[in-house]
């Protein structure tokens, strides 16, 4: 063969290009190469999304729990002076003299409330639910509620009426309450304690229902209609996506005014 017989058969091989049935294999390689990343990309957004529900789930739980926590064991505090001399806390309606914790009637949602009363303090360990410094010289009252699914702390100062509240914790859905006197061996409900034995109350024991702040992702969460236990009350989901779960705690009244008792 010659050489230009040569050339030609070259030229001719290197500008036939890809056939068609090559064309469709690469661009079925091609989208099964993009379906494989778009999966991938999925998957790990929704995992995402998982985390962060989960997470935010855990953080609203513990961290409404530390706060009633926190409340209950300050509940009856007193300074050093008032502790020694026996004094519990000037005359106001509803509120027995020695009394520190008060239980409150539950609402139309079916979540209870609950009040305790403490002395300020001159070294600014106790505050009002803004954070204000309370006065060795002041007294307040400090209020827990569920309010659109929220927790929110109230407080009034001294005898004043004017009640202020801050969201303390979103996404808490229930809120229950029950107590032990000094000298039972169960736990009482708000209704099932009598009249002038609010300040025998020694331990308060309560659970709440979290809720995670978003829904979970569609692709990883099938519809939530499971139900919940909070003390005697059932909460179902109204089928949605949120995670939810249930927190329980039991706390001792440590400022519980045994002196001057009748």
Same mark, same amino acid.
């Given at each position: 063969?010659?050489?230009?017989?040569?050339?030609?058969?070259?030229?001719?091989?290197?500008?036939?290009?890809?056939?068609?049935?090559?064309?469709?294999?690469?661009?079925?390689?091609?989208?099964?190469?993009?379906?494989?990343?778009?999966?991938?990309?999925?998957?790990?957004?929704?995992?995402?999304?998982?985390?962060?529900?989960?997470?935010?789930?855990?953080?609203?739980?513990? *961290?409404?729990?530390?706060?009633?926590?926190?409340?209950? &064991?300050?509940?009856?505090?007193?300074?050093?002076?008032?502790?020694?001399?026996?004094?519990?806390?000037?005359? *106001?309606?509803?509120?027995?003299?020695?009394?520190?914790? *008060?239980?409150?009637?539950?609402?139309?949602?079916?979540?209870?409330?609950?009040?305790?009363?403490?002395?300020?303090?001159?070294?600014?360990?106790?505050?009002?639910?803004?954070?204000?410094?309370?006065?060795?010289?002041?007294?307040?009252?400090?209020?827990?509620?569920?309010?659109?699914?929220?927790?929110?702390?109230?407080?009034?100062?001294?005898?004043?009426?004017?009640?202020?509240?801050?969201?303390?914790?979103?996404?808490?859905?229930?809120?229950?309450?029950?107590?032990?006197?000094?000298?039972?061996?169960?736990?009482?409900?708000?209704?099932?304690?009598?009249?002038?034995?609010?300040?025998?109350?020694?331990?308060?024991?309560?659970?709440?229902?979290?809720?995670?702040?978003?829904?979970?992702?569609?692709?990883?969460?099938?519809?939530?209609?499971?139900?919940? &236990?909070?003390?005697?009350?059932?909460?179902?989901?109204?089928?949605?996506?949120?995670?939810?779960?249930?927190?329980?705690?039991?706390?001792?009244?440590?400022?519980?005014?045994?002196?001057?008792?009748?």
């Amino acid at each position: 063969m010659s050489d230009i017989g040569a050339r030609d058969m070259i030229r001719r091989a290197s500008s036939s290009g890809f056939s068609l049935i090559e064309l469709m294999i690469a661009m079925v390689i091609g989208l099964i190469i993009l379906l494989a990343i778009y999966v991938v990309m999925m998957s790990s957004l929704r995992g995402l999304g998982t985390t962060e529900a989960q997470s935010a789930l855990t953080d609203n739980g513990r *961290r409404a729990t530390s706060f009633i926590r926190q409340m209950l &064991q300050q509940a009856g505090y007193r300074p050093l002076e008032r502790t020694q001399l026996g004094f519990g806390f000037p005359e *106001r309606a509803g509120w027995e003299t020695m009394q520190v914790v *008060r239980g409150l009637a539950t609402d139309a949602s079916g979540n209870d409330g609950l009040e305790i009363r403490l002395w300020g303090s001159a070294n600014g360990t106790v505050s009002d639910c803004l954070g204000a410094d309370v006065a060795d010289t002041e007294w307040i009252i400090i209020s827990l509620a569920i309010v659109d699914n929220s927790l929110v702390c109230g407080h009034v100062r001294n005898d004043s009426s004017s009640v202020t509240n801050q969201i303390v914790v979103s996404a808490i859905e229930r809120l229950r309450f029950r107590f032990s006197l000094l000298d039972e061996a169960r736990y009482l409900r708000q209704n099932e304690i009598a009249a002038g034995r609010w300040d025998e109350i020694e331990r308060v024991d309560f659970a709440l229902l979290a809720r995670s702040d978003s829904e979970m992702p569609r692709g990883d969460a099938v519809v939530n209609t499971r139900s919940y &236990q909070v003390m005697d009350t059932t909460v179902t989901a109204p089928g949605d996506r949120f995670l939810r779960s249930i927190y329980h705690e039991s706390v001792s009244v440590r400022n519980l005014i045994l002196v001057g008792r009748q």
